[in-house]
């Protein structure tokens, strides 16, 4: 999937005019690195596990191209890690069951998940100018992924490992505003995609303070930093039941040709 967002940016880099002029083609790319603590619990059958997931430092990076077509949305691409490893304790008096095994009751279980994802963004500027912008639009986040499970399951004396595989799209609500600070070079923003639909929710938001450290006609470079926040209350998304929150500061750079 890694491979597909950078195929995708450079498409777009080429794509870009090399004068700076959103009046005809803009392009965004950007990087951030999140700092995040982890915890939540998953199943594919009968009750979830909880798990202290590590902390973990992501990387996150996306590229955005914008034109003045009318009708037509701009499009943003961006790829999220979010590979998240930990250990359970199953409670006395009940099992866990995952991968068709069932691991026993008073024993610890190891877990390395990876529910890295990309999102797939068709937005409109509702707003753009140096004061205010604001962007409206829809949301496919993509999951491609694996769970492997390592304990003691039922009838056996060994550990064993389980590998569960999962993919699917979850469509989501996409925004974001920034707010410009006059004669700073500062501005503040906010971008979140929302789902909230049946027993699933899904909430991927972030809020922080950009400075334009750069900025003429031929390239603006931004440095931001902020708050992220992650919710996966995935309900039956490939027979995978999740319940995941991951949140923590992020910083970055964003270079708009």
Same mark, same amino acid.
């Given at each position: 999937?890694?491979?597909?967002?950078?195929?995708?940016?450079?498409?777009?880099?080429?794509?870009?005019?090399?004068?700076?002029?959103?009046?005809?083609?803009?392009?965004?790319?950007?990087?951030?690195?999140?700092?995040?603590?982890?915890?939540?619990?998953?199943?594919?059958?009968?009750?979830?596990?909880?798990?202290?997931?590590?902390?973990?430092?992501?990387?996150?990076?996306?590229?955005?191209?914008?034109?003045?077509?009318?009708?037509?949305?701009?499009?943003?691409?961006?790829?999220?890690? !979010?590979? @998240?490893? #930990? %250990?359970?304790?199953?409670?006395? *008096? $009940?099992?866990?069951?995952?991968?068709? +095994?069932?691991?026993?009751?008073?024993?610890?279980?190891?877990?390395?998940?990876?529910?890295?994802?990309?999102?797939?963004?068709?937005?409109?500027?509702?707003?753009?100018?140096?004061?205010?912008?604001?962007?409206?639009?829809?949301?496919?986040?993509?999951?491609?992924?694996?769970?492997?499970?390592?304990?003691?399951?039922?009838?056996?004396?060994?550990?064993?490992?389980?590998?569960?595989?999962?993919?699917?799209?979850?469509?989501?609500?996409?925004?974001?505003?920034?707010?410009? !600070?006059? @004669?700073? #070079? %500062?501005?503040?923003?906010?971008? *979140? $995609?929302?789902?909230?639909?049946?027993? +699933?929710?899904?909430?991927?938001?972030?809020?922080?303070?950009?400075?334009?450290?750069?900025?003429?006609?031929?390239?603006?470079?931004?440095?931001?930093?902020?708050?992220?926040?992650?919710?996966?209350?995935?309900?039956?998304?490939?027979?995978?039941?999740?319940?995941?929150?991951?949140?923590?500061?992020?910083?970055?750079?964003?270079?708009?040709?």
């Amino acid at each position: 999937m890694k491979k597909y967002c950078l195929a995708a940016a450079l498409s777009m880099a080429f794509l870009a005019p090399a004068a700076h002029a959103d009046t005809l083609l803009g392009l965004y790319v950007g990087v951030d690195g999140w700092q995040s603590d982890n915890s939540g619990s998953f199943s594919d059958s009968g009750n979830m596990q909880d798990f202290n997931f590590e902390d973990e430092t992501f990387i996150s990076y996306y590229a955005a191209l914008e034109h003045p077509i009318p009708l037509v949305p701009n499009i943003k691409l961006k790829y999220t890690e !979010l590979e @998240l490893n #930990g %250990l359970g304790d199953i409670p006395n *008096g $009940s099992s866990f069951y995952f991968g068709g +095994s069932v691991f026993v009751s008073g024993s610890s279980v190891n877990a390395i998940s990876d529910f890295s994802h990309m999102d797939y963004i068709l937005y409109y500027e509702i707003f753009d100018n140096d004061l205010l912008s604001i962007d409206l639009g829809v949301n496919a986040k993509q999951f491609d992924g694996e769970i492997s499970v390592t304990g003691k399951v039922q009838n056996s004396d060994d550990e064993k490992t389980v590998v569960v595989d999962f993919s699917g799209f979850v469509p989501l609500v996409y925004g974001r505003a920034e707010v410009g !600070l006059p @004669l700073t #070079g %500062l501005s503040v923003f906010f971008e *979140g $995609s929302l789902l909230a639909i049946d027993d +699933s929710k899904v909430q991927d938001y972030q809020a922080g303070i950009a400075w334009a450290l750069l900025d003429n006609l031929a390239v603006d470079l931004d440095i931001k930093a902020g708050y992220r926040k992650m919710t996966l209350e995935l309900d039956d998304i490939d027979n995978l039941y999740t319940n995941i929150d991951a949140s923590g500061p992020f910083a970055g750079i964003q270079i708009h040709f």
